[in-house]
């Protein structure tokens, strides 16, 4: 519990005035993604690297997150280095990566604000709004939380979490 508490005041509320951001990347495929593409859902854009431990820690919160909430959350994994394609390929392959991953040269300053460590996360409303930004990793449940709790402050309602269904068994 003490963990999940330091992970909540670890995600940074950002301006009460959210605006809409969007940005546009190739995936690995080299079809371009945008962040627009995924209004009406909850976003978490993930910059990480493939040789930052955090940043792997974190990998199975973020598709255990993605896989159960797919009508309401979508995950970006964006590959924050300067790695050959084919390596990155494999790499997201070998680490079951099923969310979109997308892959841009570092920056001090993306079009989502700062990213000044890795892991950084963004989270992004239904609406296209910034709400919050983390740098270190984040965890599903910190991440559950924080929507859940925005949902209930009236943001986002078109994008429900959907929780998994442990009674049936």
Same mark, same amino acid.
């Given at each position: 519990?003490?963990?999940?508490?330091?992970?909540?005041?670890?995600?940074?509320?950002?301006?009460?005035?959210?605006?809409?951001?969007?940005?546009?990347?190739?995936?690995?495929?080299?079809?371009?993604?945008?962040?627009?593409?995924?209004?009406?859902?909850?976003?978490?854009?993930?910059?990480?690297?493939?040789?930052?431990?955090?940043?792997?820690? *974190?990998? @199975?919160?973020?598709?255990?997150?993605? $896989?159960?909430?797919?009508?309401?959350?979508?995950?970006? +994994? &964006?590959?924050?280095?300067?790695?050959?394609?084919?390596?990155?390929?494999?790499?997201?392959?070998?680490?079951?990566?099923?969310?979109?991953?997308?892959?841009?040269?570092?920056?001090?300053?993306?079009?989502?604000?700062?990213?000044?460590?890795?892991?950084?996360?963004?989270?992004?409303?239904?609406?296209?709004?910034?709400?919050?930004?983390? *740098?270190? @990793?984040?965890?599903?449940?910190?991440? $559950?939380?924080?929507?859940?709790?925005?949902?209930?402050? +009236? &943001?986002?309602?078109?994008?429900?979490?959907?929780?998994?269904?442990?009674?049936?068994?």
């Amino acid at each position: 519990m003490r963990s999940l508490i330091f992970m909540l005041a670890l995600l940074t509320a950002l301006p009460a005035a959210a605006e809409k951001v969007d940005f546009t990347l190739k995936d690995l495929d080299g079809k371009p993604v945008s962040l627009s593409d995924f209004r009406g859902k909850w976003v978490i854009v993930n910059y990480w690297a493939t040789w930052c431990p955090p940043c792997l820690e *974190e990998i @199975p919160d973020l598709v255990g997150l993605y $896989e159960d909430n797919r009508d309401s959350v979508v995950v970006l +994994g &964006i590959s924050y280095e300067e790695v050959n394609m084919e390596y990155l390929q494999e790499f997201v392959e070998s680490h079951m990566m099923s969310y979109p991953v997308m892959q841009m040269d570092p920056q001090p300053v993306t079009e989502l604000g700062p990213v000044l460590g890795l892991p950084t996360s963004y989270i992004i409303s239904p609406e296209g709004e910034r709400l919050a930004r983390q *740098e270190g @990793p984040v965890t599903r449940a910190a991440l $559950e939380e924080y929507i859940a709790r925005k949902q209930q402050q +009236g &943001i986002g309602l078109t994008g429900a979490l959907q929780k998994p269904d442990t009674t049936a068994q």
